[in-house]
């Protein structure tokens, strides 16, 4: 096929197939071997084709895609060993995002959008402290109690702890331990910056699907080098938005090109020590996300770095130099070998390990979905540059940027932590009342004097009867309804 996307050239010119390439796909090598120049000369034939695309950018490196490239001699002999046609430098239109709003359009997600699973794996609870999460998630559906960012989390967690003996009833036993323990954890994640993710404006996924000038798709470019000192919000943050996209996204069968393009760097941190049933989640979303329009392309160093129930699914594969200094590394390179549809003029084994750098051995999908025979290919160079853009590029883009303005301040809407504080105010303030109207019933009963016991009246019994029980549910209630009318009045 000459009219997809040029990898390279082997003995052949490679393309990869537009049809396919929603049947997701693997970058793979030794660092330092070509795999950031591959994801970009990848991505710029995704947004040429109108493909809007999503990469991670873990070195910072990346956003050099929005500014064309320079002559270089090297670049230019690589272009007549591969005889690109009509090779001409172009940028292509950006938007950088952050997590942390510093260097990108901030991109935020609600607690209720990220769910008692994946908040469990990012705060690395047990199975009774997740029990307890999803708890809290329950108790704020049937009190129809909003749960957007960090504050009414820790808010909802605490008000469960100070009344877990009114929750075991309908929800189970609460360990005091186990409450200490996600409220720790919460401290953690929120002096690492997760703070400034959770919250409102959530993102809105359709603005990753936007094309730019001239019909070209958008290349948006998630900066990931300060993320990546916090791994396991990095890792939560992808399963968060594969996870989102199943949801949401409708049914559209095979297409003759995706919808999306996401390029997932550093992908074995969305599995290190990730429990099976998250592992499994994965699998699911990457074998069905496909009949979506969503191709999946995971950049690792290593491919043993994935399951094989995901690695199974991985149809176009790009694989870089790989180094056998261990019998990991040679375990490695043994089954990088055998993924790929044998070439009977190529030892692929023994091609891996000799692989110069912008080198790689390639294999994609051909009509009805066939693995193509690998073949070891020379890879393109980018029309667009190679390194990051510089601070005043990278300002001028979201100066520019469609989504100016629209991110940007963060919303702090009425939420669980709102309510739940003026409930527990509330609450504090009628057992004061209480208690003041029964000081006033014993003052009154002394200035009657001394006659004998004078017996209660209905009021004052009802006062210490309120009072007794204001440390439960029950007693919460008739103060708000009972106390609040018959003391307010007096």
Request: cysteine-free; aromatic content about 6%.
């Amino acid at each position: 096929m000459d009219n997809g996307i040029l990898i390279g050239k082997g003995e052949r010119r490679v393309f990869l197939n537009p049809r396919f390439a929603n049947r997701h796909g693997l970058i793979a090598g030794a660092t330092g071997t070509g795999k950031t120049v591959t994801l970009q000369v990848l991505a710029e034939g995704f947004s040429r084709l109108g493909v809007p695309v999503f990469m991670a950018d873990v070195k910072g490196d990346l956003s050099g895609i929005s500014q064309p490239g320079s002559p270089h001699p090297k670049i230019t002999e690589r272009i007549g060993k591969i005889g690109v046609e009509d090779f001409h430098f172009s940028a292509y239109p950006t938007v950088l995002w952050d997590l942390y709003g510093e260097q990108g359009h901030p991109i935020r997600a609600t607690i209720s959008d990220m769910g008692p699973l994946l908040l469990s794996r990012l705060l690395d609870l047990n199975d009774t402290q997740e029990g307890i999460l999803n708890i809290a998630f329950r108790f704020a559906d049937d009190e129809g109690l909003l749960l957007l960012d960090l504050a009414d989390l820790r808010t909802t967690i605490k008000y469960i702890g100070d009344h877990r003996k009114d929750f075991q009833t309908a929800y189970g036993n609460i360990s005091p331990a186990s409450i200490g323990a996600i409220q720790r954890r919460l401290l953690v994640l929120e002096e690492q910056g997760a703070d400034e993710f959770f919250g409102e404006p959530a993102l809105d996924l359709w603005d990753f699907m936007r094309t730019g000038r001239n019909g070209l798709g958008n290349v948006n470019i998630l900066a990931a080098d300060q993320l990546m000192q916090s791994p396991r919000l990095y890792a939560t943050f992808l399963l968060w938005l594969m996870s989102e996209l199943f949801e949401h996204l409708p049914e559209v069968g095979d297409l003759d090109q995706p919808r999306l393009v996401f390029f997932f760097d550093e992908a074995h941190l969305l599995f290190d020590d990730a429990p099976k049933a998250l592992i499994d989640k994965v699998e699911q979303v990457v074998k069905l996300i496909r009949s979506k329009g969503i191709g999946i392309y995971f950049v690792t160093q290593n491919p043993l770095d994935i399951p094989d129930e995901v690695l199974g699914q991985l149809g176009n594969r790009v694989q870089h130099a790989l180094r056998a200094f261990t019998p990991r590394d040679q375990k490695a390179v043994r089954a990088a070998a055998q993924t790929f549809r044998s070439n009977p003029k190529l030892d692929t084994e023994k091609t891996i390990i000799e692989l110069g750098v912008g080198e790689a051995l390639v294999s994609v999908l051909e009509d009805g979905g066939i693995p193509g025979q690998v073949e070891r290919t020379l890879i393109r160079p980018p029309t667009s540059r190679i390194g990051p853009a510089t601070a005043a590029e990278r300002a001028e883009l979201l100066r520019q940027s469609p989504f100016a303005g629209r991110y940007d301040t963060p919303v702090d809407r009425i939420s669980a932590h709102e309510k739940l504080s003026e409930r527990a105010a509330l609450a504090a303030e009628e057992a004061a009342r209480a208690e003041q109207a029964m000081e006033e019933s014993k003052r009154r009963q002394r200035v009657a004097g001394t006659g004998g016991r004078r017996r209660q009246s209905v009021a004052e019994a009802l006062a210490k009867s309120v009072a007794r029980s204001i440390g439960s549910q029950v007693g919460r209630q008739i103060v708000r309804g009972i106390l609040g009318s018959i003391f307010r009045g007096r």
